[in-house]
């Protein structure tokens, strides 16, 4: 089992950037994939970002390629999740996720991942 431990949400302005922590324990997550998902109000939990177990690989939504970056550091066991020139619609709550079945890959598909965290609320004002 592996534990999810999501932070550095919080209530920005348009234009300005944050850095999402995803710290994992219980065992190394250097042998899964990590993504990140965002779940709005009224909508569907839908994919943000993804990386693959050697950081080799790492995949976008396309309504954050260029302004979001996800990385791993395995001597932490954490994932990041580093946001630029935030806009509102990217309001959400974030989760991390661990995905075991597929660690070559950086999957975009919700249920491929096997472990979640409870999420960190992003709010970002216009």
């Known amino acids: 089992q592996v534990q999810l431990v999501e932070s550095g949400g919080g209530l920005v302005q348009a234009g300005d950037s944050l850095r999402l922590s995803c710290a994992a324990s219980?065992?190394?997550?250097?042998?899964?994939?990590m993504g990140w998902f965002r779940q709005a109000p009224g909508k569907e939990r839908e994919f943000v970002a993804a990386?693959?177990?050697?950081?080799?690989?790492?995949n976008y939504a396309d309504s954050v390629k260029g302004r979001f970056t996800i990385s791993r550091d395995g001597a932490k066991n954490t994932v990041y999740l580093q946001m630029n020139s935030l806009k509102p619609e990217d309001t959400a709550v974030y989760y991390c996720?661990?995905?075991?079945?597929?660690?070559?890959?950086?999957?975009?598909?919700?249920?491929?991942?096997?472990?979640w965290g409870q999420g960190t609320q992003v709010t970002v004002s216009s």
């Open positions: 990386i693959n177990w050697r950081g080799s690989k790492t």
């Open positions: 219980g065992r190394t997550v250097s042998s899964a994939a």
């Open positions: 996720a661990a995905d075991d079945g597929t660690p070559w890959e950086a999957s975009g598909v919700l249920h491929e991942y096997d472990y």
